[in-house]
């Protein structure tokens, strides 16, 4: 969702010179050329590594304090320079810093996590806009040979499950990462299978449910909360912007943003040259 929208902001790495319009949502940064609509940049938070200003040389405005965004994809950096052109827009900046870092406290909602601190005095610690629906106990996770018993969580966001003799032994599994979930038989018998994302992992987890009625009971209200949370999703990145940014803004006419940009094949690898860090292709050595 929308966030916050900056007119008047220069693409100054690979579009110095041209003035265009910064939107600033819940998952990405997207910048739109005045001129051509056809130009345009997408930057997802995920691929942020840091955020600061520097000086720059603006065709437009001179030697400015620019907002410089260094990012990371398939082991290359790319640098990305945004420069006011009105005065108004000061809070750039921080308002970017402050949505990324929104972004970064609320993984949760978004990743698989496992052995986490979810819980306290034996109670899931809830998120923002999350609710439970259904605590189960006596599951069995199937991830040993011979099984650990505990409890299954499920909220609106995500399912829980954690050992009953140690609450440290826990999977919190956002709805966001689900592939599959079905039932198979395994040398428990009939179980729940739990298939997650290749992006979170690739797991595949397999819990015990008896009796049978209980198992199809919370296959149904899975798949039933995993299709609801498909249809209107909770990512989990929440801001708010100060009375003065909403009065900075209040002249701006804001539209929603259409994901209609046109990838054109022949342009793509000049596009990525103007944006290497150091004017160069940088590798990451690990």
């Given amino acids: ?30 910048w739109i050329s005045s001129v051509r609509s056809r130009i345009n940049l997408s930057i997802g938070y995920k691929c942020i590594v840091s955020i600061n200003t520097r000086r720059t040389q603006s065709k437009l405005k001179g030697v400015v304090e620019a907002v410089n965004i260094l990012t990371k994809h398939n082991k290359t950096q790319y640098e990305f320079i945004f420069t006011n052109l009105s005065a108004e827009n000061f809070q750039l900046y921080s308002t970017i810093l402050n949505v990324h870092r929104a972004y970064e406290t609320s993984k949760i909602y978004r990743e698989v996590k496992l052995r986490g601190a979810l819980l306290e005095n034996k109670q899931l610690k809830l998120l923002p806009q999350e609710q439970t629906y259904n605590t189960i106990n006596g599951v069995w996770n199937l991830c040993n040979d011979q099984g650990t018993l505990g409890t299954l969580i499920i909220t609106n966001v995500r399912f829980v499950w954690h050992s009953s003799i140690n609450e440290a032994f826990n999977v919190s599994i956002p709805y966001l990462q689900l592939r599959g979930i079905r039932t198979k038989e395994s040398k428990f018998g009939l179980a729940l299978v739990i298939e997650t994302s290749r992006e979170s992992g690739a797991y595949v987890l397999g819990f015990r449910v008896d009796p049978y009625e209980k198992l199809k009971e919370v296959l149904k209200e ?5 299709r609801v949370f498909t249809g209107s999703p909770i990512f989990g990145v929440q801001y708010e912007t100060s009375h003065h940014e909403e009065q900075e803004g209040s002249g701006l ?34």
Avoid: M, P
């Fill in 1 to 30: 969702s929308e966030i916050d929208l900056v007119d008047k902001v220069e693409d100054t790495k690979g579009n110095n010179g041209d003035s265009g319009k910064l939107y600033i949502t819940n998952l990405r940064l997207l």
């Fill in 222 to 226: 899975l798949q039933t909360l995993h």
């Fill in 253 to 286: 006419s804001i539209s929603a943003v259409q994901d209609d940009i046109e990838i054109v094949d022949d342009e793509q690898s000049d596009a990525f040259a103007a944006y290497y860090a150091d004017g160069n292709k940088v590798s990451w050595h690990c």
